[in-house]
Antibody, heavy 120, light 103 residues
Framework: QVQLQESGPGLVKPSQTLSLTCTVS??????????WSWIRQPPGKGLEWIGYIYYSGSTYYNPSLKSRVTISVDTSKNQFSLKLSSVTAADTAVYYC????????????WGQGTLVTVSS | DIQMTQSPSSLSASVGDRVTITCQASQDISNYLNWYQQKPGKAPKLLIY???NLETGVPSRFSGSGSGTDFTFTISSLQPEDIATYYCQQEFTFGPGTKVDIK
C-alpha cells in the first residue's frame, strides 16, 4: 500500500520561502508509471494543482505559480519536495502531496495534508 | 487554459435519493475527466477515472458518464456516508466542487 507523508514547517513568515517534503513509502518514486504532485487547498476553498515532477526530474508548474515554485526529487530517499518563494497570506493552505497516474491524470494516492499558515 | 465548471454548487437530498452532479469543460477533453470525494478534514478520494471507470474498491452506487465537454456524476442511492464535497478534474484543473448534504 503506497503512503505519502508531508513534512515541514506549519508557519512561514510573509516574503519567505515555504518548504515541504513528501516521503513516499510502499512504492518506488522511480516507477515510470506515475507523476508526483503538489496540490493545495486554502481553508474553505477548492483544490489547486501546484505542479508535478517525474522521477527523471522533468516538471510541470501551474502557470499562475510558476515564477515562485520549484519541485525537486530525491530518488535515493524516495522523496520529493516543494519550494514556494515570496509567500503571502494568500498562500495559506493545506498542502497535499500526491501520486497521479500517467495517462489518465487520476490522483490515486494522497498524503494526509499539512496546513501551512503564512503570518508574521 | 481549460476551465471546469460544476453544477450545482451545493445540494440537499434525502437518504436513498438519486443525486446527479454535472461538470462542463470549456473545450473538448475527450473522456479525460476524473471525480473525487472529499470529506471534511480529509484528503480527496478518487472515485471515477476516465469519465466512467469506477476506481477499485469504490461502491457501485457511484457512476460517471459523458465525453467531450459535458460530464455527469451520479450517486444512485444517497447514503449518509456520502456527505462530502465532490470535485471533477481534468489534468491540472479541478472544478469548483459540489457540496452534498442530507435533507
Amino acid at each position: 500500500q503506497v503512503q505519502l507523508q508531508e513534512s515541514g514547517p506549519g508557519l512561514v513568515k510573509p516574503s519567505q520561502t515555504l518548504s515541504l517534503t513528501c516521503t513516499v513509502s510502499g512504492g518506488s518514486i522511480s516507477s515510470g508509471d506515475y507523476y508526483w504532485s503538489w496540490i493545495r487547498q486554502p481553508p474553505g476553498k477548492g483544490l489547486e494543482w501546484i505542479g508535478y515532477i517525474y522521477y527523471s526530474g522533468s516538471t510541470y508548474y501551474n502557470p499562475s505559480l510558476k515564477s515562485r515554485v520549484t519541485i525537486s526529487v530525491d530518488t535515493s530517499k524516495n522523496q520529493f519536495s516543494l519550494k514556494l518563494s515570496s509567500v503571502t497570506a494568500a498562500d495559506t493552505a493545506v498542502y497535499y502531496c500526491a501520486r497521479d497516474r500517467d495517462g489518465d491524470w487520476a490522483v490515486d494516492y494522497w498524503g494526509q495534508g499539512t496546513l501551512v499558515t503564512v503570518s508574521s | 487554459d481549460i476551465q471546469m465548471t460544476q453544477s450545482p454548487s451545493s445540494l440537499s437530498a434525502s437518504v436513498g435519493d438519486r443525486v446527479t452532479i454535472t461538470c462542463q469543460a470549456s473545450q473538448d477533453i475527450s473522456n479525460y475527466l476524473n471525480w473525487y470525494q472529499q470529506k471534511p478534514g480529509k484528503a480527496p478520494k478518487l472515485l471515477i477515472y476516465d469519465a466512467s471507470n469506477l476506481e477499485t474498491g469504490v461502491p457501485s452506487r457511484f457512476s460517471g458518464s459523458g465525453s467531450g465537454t459535458d460530464f455527469t456524476f451520479t450517486i444512485s442511492s444517497l447514503q449518509p456516508e456520502d456527505i462530502a464535497t465532490y470535485y471533477c478534474q481534468q489534468e491540472f484543473t479541478f472544478g469548483p466542487g459540489t457540496k452534498v448534504d442530507i435533507k
